[in-house]
Structures are given as C-alpha cells and as structure tokens.
C-alpha cells in the first residue's frame, strides 16, 4: 500500500498527479504518443526525399561528367584512378536511393502498421486505452473528490466563525471597558459570544472528522489510483521500446560509410540511441506526473486574524508628537508568526517571548523589543500577555 509523500513543494497541490483531474495529463499521453508515431513517420519521410534527391544529384553529377572524361586524351592509371570515382559515385546514388525507399516504405510502413494496432480506437471517444483510461481514473478519484469537496466546506464554515468568534470577542472587551454600559448589556454580548465560540468549536469538530474520513479513505483511493496508473506505464513502456527499436533500424539504414569522422557522427548518435532506457522514462514520468510526484496532504488550517493596514503618515506623526513609552515593558508571547513587512517593523514565531513598549494605538499596532534588542512594531492581536 502507498505511503504519503512527504515535505510537499509549495505548487505541488495545483500540479500533484493526485489532486482532482490531474490525472489528465497520462490519460493524454494516449494522444500525444499517438501523434508522437505521426511525427515520426512524417520526418524521416522528408528525410527519405532529401535521400532521393541526393541520390539522383549524385547520379546526374557522374553521367555528366563520366562523358565529358571519356571524351578527354587520357589514358592508362589516372584514367582508371578518374573513372572510379563515377563508379563509385553511383554505387552510392544506388545505396542512397535504397536508403530513400527503406525510410520511405519499410520504416514508414512499419510504424503505421504497428500504430494502427497498438491504438485502436472506440467510437466516438477517440482512443480506446485514452477512454479506459480517463473512465477508471475518474470512478477511483469520485469519492476522493467528493470527500475534498466536503472537506474544503467545512474548512470554510470553520474559519467563518473563527472570525465571527474575534469580532464577538472585540465586542466583548469594548462592552466590558465600558463604565456606562448596563449589566444586562454586557452580560448579552457575553452570551452572544459564548453562543458563537460553541458553534465554532462544534465546527472543528465536524472539520476534524470530516478531515480523519479524509485521511483514512487516503490509502485505498492511492492504491486505486497507483493500480490504473501503473496499466498506463506498461502501456507506455512497450511503446518507448518498440520506437526504441525503430530508430536503431532507422539508424543503421543511415549508417553507410567507414569514414572516420562520419563514423564518429554515427557512433554518437548510436550511443545516443542505445541509451534509451524505457525503464528510466517511465520512472521519470512516474516522478514528475504520477504517483512519485509529493503533494499537499489536506489538514488542519489554523485560523490567523487578519492584520489592519497601516497609515505610516499617521504612525510617524504620532511618533513626532511623542507617545509615553511603557517603563519596563511589558512580557508578552506571540500566537502566530509575523514577518515584517517595513524595516521597522519585527518579525517573530509563534510562542517567542519579548517585551511590549508602547500600548496599542487606534490602527491596531503595538511597539516592543525582541529579546536580541531589535525593536519596532507588530500588530497587536497577534500577541498575548505571557504569564
């Protein structure tokens, strides 16, 4: 049974074989292999024209000039020595010409044969293995996708009252702040929100068990997944060695001489050719669109409030007119991660510790210390006073 990948990259959920129709791009590797054959047998049969054509350049160049030798006052070796070059020029228009109808007929001839077996097609729904292929993945990915689905829902209802949760909370401490409000008031914002934070915790328990289904069902829609996958793969793999083999005969009908610098030329492109490893293919494709692909598991999503926007001007104004700073400070733990997004502002982790300056002013930032004595400001509710 698959294990899940670990330490997902960041774009590995849009691009993961195992998120919702990612599967498509094997799934059109069908196609692609298909129309891959078509190029083939199109560009080495330009290749056997420009053979062709050589061929009769060749033999039009040696008629030429074989008369035009022949009717010259030469005689004994060198007229030999002259002649074998019209010899052996034709022999090679004829080898050259052979080659053209090998690339042309016997290769072309070849692959067409063999494409029109290897990819029937269903009617209607264009190739048969493309068809079963997208049928058996999308059966093994509904329930996956269903559970998602139900899964992305719940998230959402969760931090919707997460947030409705912050705002009853904000009431609560500006009601309570409030000398001139009533008992009653407050005491029906209290409840107001106490009836909110159960709503929210009901909500992450349903998000929590929704998320476990999903987890659980992960294994068995994996296998599913992987079992389909690895039909393609085979499918595939006996597609890259029979064109493997294809271009070892193309290759040899090319390979016509024992010159040493064309034998060179030949021997790296057969070196080239031999390397060809359907093996290694597939486990690249497998790793780069399939199963060995890393992905970003669903879990929990903790809920972070939102930051206001701050008016600089106004800070820097506030900062002319001089606001009393805090004497000692104040400890207080940071609930969530901040980066800083301006030079004067801190960056922290979630549970570091460091002093509170400045109270929080009506843009909702606070300044304070780090520990290493940087010191600058930070949005206020991203912290609590530490005990």
């Given at each position: ?25 094997t799934v059109h590797r069908t196609d692609q292999s ?96 493309s068809y079963d292929n997208n049928t058996s993945f ?52 209290t409840d107001a929100r106490e009836k909110v934070t ?190």
């Amino acid at each position: 049974m698959a294990a899940l990948p670990k330490d997902p990259n960041e774009d590995a959920k849009k691009l993961s074989f195992w998120m919702p129709r990612n599967y498509v791009r094997t799934v059109h590797r069908t196609d692609q292999s298909f129309q891959a054959c078509n190029d083939l047998v199109a560009c080495f049969t330009e290749r056997a024209k420009v053979e062709k054509a050589y061929a009769q350049q060749l033999s039009q160049w040696s008629s030429k000039w074989k008369s035009i030798v022949d009717s010259r006052p030469l005689y004994g070796s060198l007229m030999r020595a002259w002649q074998c070059f019209f010899t052996s020029t034709e022999r090679l228009s004829a080898l050259h010409s052979t080659i053209s109808q090998s690339l042309a007929v016997e290769e072309g001839e070849r692959v067409k044969t063999w494409q029109k077996d290897i990819f029937p097609k269903k009617l209607f729904c264009g190739f048969k293995e493309s068809y079963d292929n997208n049928t058996s993945f999308t059966r093994a990915q509904k329930p996956w996708s269903k559970k998602l689905i139900k899964l992305e829902k719940a998230r959402g209802s969760y931090h919707k009252l997460c947030q409705r949760e912050a705002t009853a909370l904000d009431k609560e401490k500006q009601a309570n702040e409030n000398s001139e409000m009533s008992p009653e008031k407050k005491q029906k914002i209290t409840d107001a929100r106490e009836k909110v934070t159960g709503e929210k915790e009901k909500s992450r328990e349903n998000y929590e068990k929704i998320l476990e289904d999903v987890t659980s069902y992960t294994p068995r829609y994996m296998e599913e997944m992987e079992a389909i996958f690895e039909q393609s793969q085979e499918e595939e793999r006996k597609r890259i060695s029979f064109l493997k083999q294809v271009f070892l005969s193309i290759h040899r009908h090319l390979d016509v001489t024992n010159n040493e610098s064309v034998k060179a030329v030949y021997g790296e492109l057969h070196q080239t050719l031999m390397s060809i490893d359907e093996q290694e293919d597939v486990k690249w494709w497998k790793n780069n669109h399939g199963p060995g692909m890393p992905t970003d598991w669903p879990k929990v999503q903790e809920w972070v409030p939102p930051i206001k926007k701050l008016n600089r001007k106004k800070r820097d104004q506030r900062r002319k007119e001089g606001k009393p700073v805090m004497i000692g400070g104040v400890k207080v733990r940071a609930l969530y991660d901040y980066v800083g997004e301006e030079g004067d502002e801190l960056s922290f982790k979630a549970g570091e510790i460091f002093l509170k300056v400045e109270e929080e002013d009506d843009q909702g930032w606070s300044r304070g210390t780090l520990s290493g004595g940087k010191e600058g400001f930070y949005p206020a509710n991203y912290v609590e006073v530490a005990e």
